[in-house]
């Protein structure tokens, strides 16, 4: 056996950190124009409709499934600084491409759609990220470290939004740099802020992250990524994976992030049906409810891995999955007043708006200001074509805030233990390429979320929407009860170490 220096200790847990930040400023990237994107999709290209922006946010997904396996595989065989680096430096350049996709005379949509698919495609290193640490932590560690990697990406995907809504005081006109034809305005920052936070963590690998790899006990092992260490082979690693675990596991992780992907895209949209909330107003106050709610997992997070300790992470996981089903029940349709609907407003408005109304009025009182029979004002409400605003009920603000409550509580909670299962399931096994498995299976699921709820929403409305999906999570708490006793560690499984 060879013991582990105080040095190796410390470039370890360097090493370690820098992955958390490099999965914080992945998840950053998807989540830093949610709420922008809807708007501002209508604003360079107003022939892209509700279905449209379902696939503008999938497409991130399917680029991030793509690369995920990719990059897993490419993590096993070489030092994954390689895929580190180059991943992140192609969400770089994606994200200079999203701030000029208003540049071109037509088709602006479709150009947003590929600066979202390849900043997708550089998300991909997540799978090399959590199979590094997965490596790199003793079994005693690794809860704990996973938990921090999930942290960091689900408080990324929360705080996003937040960022967006420090930057919508620029405006929607913003600066523009004629020379070079940038506009700096709310939804073009945004993007060139995180691009400037990639070259940042390329910069940080380069010069902190080392390849390092230990067993379950924590001993120094060799690894394929590097040809610096000399140490033991793990002997622990043999032994077969329970496949079952690991099928269970990301047809579950593929239901948490399917349900968030549907609660993140719909936000916007469903603020703007239901309380004729204009597109700046849509993007600041949904950014301030969901800093809120960063905060409220934030804490969870710190609760999260001291409970794990006492309970078990199935136990949380299963918790984590009942908060969800609550939270999405909340959000059903339950009163009898309708929204406003904005045929109604063109026909009869007389009253003009202004950015410095909205702005002042407080947002829980925003009635639907009427629209000028000359259109030069944003219509707002319900739409007409969405035929389902004619005899659904809205859902109250109480409801929408709850609701956001809940599954801002049980999402995290759910991300973490996942992945702490998953890394203990597969155990000392080289996990670049089922990490890259999961990860993809977490992408399906962005794919169809979004796809899901804009076509099921559009053309059906917030009943039959937010009742199917409390209905898939129902069959993932079954799925739970089946496999529960077999979510063990590898090392436990083989009699190696106690639970």
């Known amino acids: 056996d060879v013991v582990e ?28 124009v949610i709420m922008s994107v809807w708007p501002y999709l209508q604003k360079i290209d107003p022939t892209a409709d509700a279905s449209f922006l379902g696939w503008i946010i999938a497409s991130y997904s399917i680029g991030q499934m793509v690369a995920s396996p990719l990059f897993g595989l490419w993590s096993n065989y070489r030092p994954r600084r390689e895929p580190l680096v180059i991943s992140t430096a192609i969400s770089v350049a994606a994200n200079c491409l999203y701030a000029y996709v208003h540049v071109p005379h037509s088709h602006n949509k479709y150009y947003m759609l590929t600066a979202r698919a390849l900043v997708g495609f550089g998300a991909g290193n997540v799978a090399v990220v959590r199979s590094y640490i997965a490596g790199a932590t ?24 937040v960022f ?31 691009a400037l936070l990639g070259v940042i963590n390329i910069v940080l690998i380069f010069a902190i992250f080392r390849e390092h790899r230990v067993d379950d006990m924590g001993r120094q092992c060799n690894s394929v990524n590097s040809e610096e260490e000399s140490a033991v082979q793990d002997e622990d690693a043999e032994g077969n994976i329970d496949h079952v675990a690991v099928v269970a596991i990301n047809l579950l992780f593929f239901v948490i992030l399917f349900v968030f992907a ?19 107003q849509a993007v600041f106050y949904n950014g301030v409810i969901l800093s809120v709610v960063g905060i409220e997992s934030v804490l969870a997070f710190m ?14 996981l299963h918790a984590g999955l009942l908060i969800v089903l609550v939270g999405f029940f909340v959000l059903l349709p339950w009163g009898k007043k309708l929204p406003n609907i904005q045929w109604q407003e063109v026909k009869n408005n007389s009253i003009p708006r202004t950015a410095a109304t909205e702005m002042l009025m407080p947002f829980w009182s925003l009635p ?29 603000l109480a409801q929408y805030i709850s609701s956001d409550i809940l599954i801002g509580l049980g999402y995290p909670v ?11 399931i597969l155990g000392p096994k080289p996990q670049g390429v089922y990490m890259g498995w999961l990860t993809a299976s977490g992408s399906g699921a962005r794919i169809l979320g979004p796809v899901f709820v804009s076509q099921i929403y559009t053309h059906l409305g917030p009943r039959w929407a937010f009742s199917l999906i409390c209905g898939v999570v129902v069959l993932s708490l079954l799925l739970l009860e089946i496999v529960y006793n077999r979510l063990i560690a590898f090392s436990v ?6 639970e």
């Open 5 to 32: 220096t105080q040095e190796h200790y410390k470039s370890r847990w360097r090493s370690i950190w820098i992955m958390y930040l490099t999965m914080f400023l992945s998840s950053v990237g998807f989540s830093i």
């Open 138 to 161: 003793s079994l005693r560690e690794r809860t704990s470290a996973m938990a921090n990697t999930s942290a960091c990406q689900a408080v990324g995907f929360i705080l996003g939004p």
């Open 164 to 194: 967006q809504t420090c930057f919508t005081l620029i405006g929607e006109e913003g600066i523009t740099w004629k020379l070079i034809q940038l506009q700096l305005n709310m939804y073009t920052t945004p993007v060139l802020c995180g």
């Open 262 to 280: 549907v609660f993140e895209t719909i936000a916007t949209p469903l603020t703007m049906d239901m309380y004729s909330w204009t597109r700046k």
């Open 303 to 316: 609760v999260v891995k001291p409970l794990s300790k006492r309970t078990g992470e199935r136990a949380i």
């Open 368 to 396: 639907a200001m009427e629209l000028p029979s000359n259109g030069t004002v944003e219509p707002v409400g319900c739409p007409i074509t969405q035929s389902w605003c004619l005899n659904t009920p809205m859902i109250y």
């Open 414 to 424: 759910c991300n973490v233990m996942s992945y702490t299962l998953y890394s203990k």
């Open 493 to 498: 499984r083989y009699g190696r170490m106690q």
